[in-house]
C-alpha cells in the first residue's frame, strides 16, 4: 500500500521552531519530488514548499524564505521540513505529497499521493 505519513507537528510559542518528517512506503520513494502543503481553518490549501529527487532543487513560497529548510534522506524514506521563527499565520494542518518529476519540483503540480496532516499550532 502507497503511504505518505507526516508528523512531527504540536504546539509551539512564537518565535520557537518544529520539525515536521514526511515517511513513504509502498512506493520507491526517490522516484518523487515531495512537497509539503499547509491548510488553515477557513482557507485554501497553499504550496509550501518541495524538493526534487535529488534535492538539487528545493523551493519555497514568499513568506516561509529564510525560515523554513526542506530536506530529504532517500536512504530512510523521508523528507523534512525544518521550521524556524513561528508566526501565529503559520498554524495550520500540516500535508506533504508526492509529485511525479524526474527533475525539479513544483508546488503547482499534479500530486500524486498525500499523506495524512500533522497539526502545527503556533500560539502563545
Known amino acids: 500500500e502507497v503511504q505518505l505519513q507526516a508528523s512531527g507537528g504540536g504546539l509551539v510559542q512564537p518565535g520557537g521552531s518544529l520539525r515536521l518528517s514526511c515517511v513513504g512506503s509502498?512506493?520507491?520513494?526517490?522516484?518523487?519530488?515531495i512537497a509539503w502543503f499547509r491548510q488553515a481553518p477557513g482557507k485554501w490549501r497553499e504550496g509550501v514548499s518541495c524538493i526534487s529527487i535529488s534535492s538539487g532543487t528545493k523551493y519555497y513560497v514568499d513568506h516561509v524564505k529564510g525560515r523554513f529548510t526542506v530536506s530529504r534522506d532517500n536512504a530512510k524514506n523521508t523528507v523534512y521540513l525544518q521550521m524556524n521563527s513561528l508566526q501565529p499565520e503559520d498554524t495550520a494542518v500540516y500535508f506533504c505529497?508526492?509529485?511525479?518529476?524526474?527533475?525539479?519540483?513544483?508546488?503547482?503540480?499534479?500530486?500524486?499521493?498525500w499523506g495524512q496532516g500533522t497539526q502545527v499550532t503556533v500560539s502563545s
Open positions: 505529497a508526492t509529485e511525479n518529476m524526474l527533475a525539479g519540483c513544483s508546488i503547482n503540480g499534479r500530486m500524486e499521493t
Open positions: 509502498g512506493f520507491t520513494f526517490d522516484d518523487y519530488a
